[in-house]
């Protein structure tokens, strides 16, 4: 699947600048921590820029779910719970609460929450650093590529 994404992210006929913009941003959806709103994110930034959907989706796929997703939340919580001093393991105490719920109680769902802010600020902070960090590397990258292939057609397009 990815191999032929790539493939017509190389064949379209943006400039490759603008194509790698665009699916540099779409890297950068593809590690924000707003799981759930990576495609309808990556829709309304080629809608309100006027990027080719193509090369928006391809960057934010990167971040599939049956191949990606876990190591990219398992690498976002990491980073930011380096960032923040905390250990890589999750809180015991918010592990007591998932393994042994007491839906029906009324103070669950505070300690739930409270607990669960140990494990989504490092995970968010994380998954922030990631985006940029990763977003920066995929522009040049496929900005080069994109370039490489344009000389390639004009080469084979002048023999």
């Avoid at 950068?28 to 080629?46: D, E, K, Q, R, Y």
């Avoid at 109680?105 to 409270?114: E, G, N």
Wanted: with cysteine; net charge positive.
């Amino acid at each position: 699947m990815f191999r032929s994404t790539f493939r017509r992210l190389l064949a379209l006929d943006d400039p490759p600048e603008r194509t790698a913009l665009a699916f540099s941003i779409g890297v950068f959806i593809a590690f924000s921590p707003l799981l759930g709103l990576h495609t309808i994110l990556a829709t309304l930034v080629a809608f309100l820029f006027r990027f080719n959907k193509i090369a928006v989706y391809a960057g934010t796929f990167i971040n599939n779910p049956f191949v990606t997703l876990v190591p990219i939340i398992i690498s976002s919580y990491a980073v930011g719970a380096l960032l923040l001093g905390r250990p890589l393991r999750i809180p015991e105490q918010g592990l007591a609460l998932l393994k042994e719920p007491h839906l029906l109680t009324a103070d669950y769902y505070p300690r739930l929450f409270h607990e669960s802010w140990h494990i989504v600020l490092p995970f968010c902070i994380g998954g922030m650093i990631l985006s940029v960090v990763c977003s920066l590397i995929a522009y040049p990258v496929t900005s080069s590529l994109l370039r490489a292939r344009q000389r390639t057609r004009k080469t084979d397009a002048n023999d």
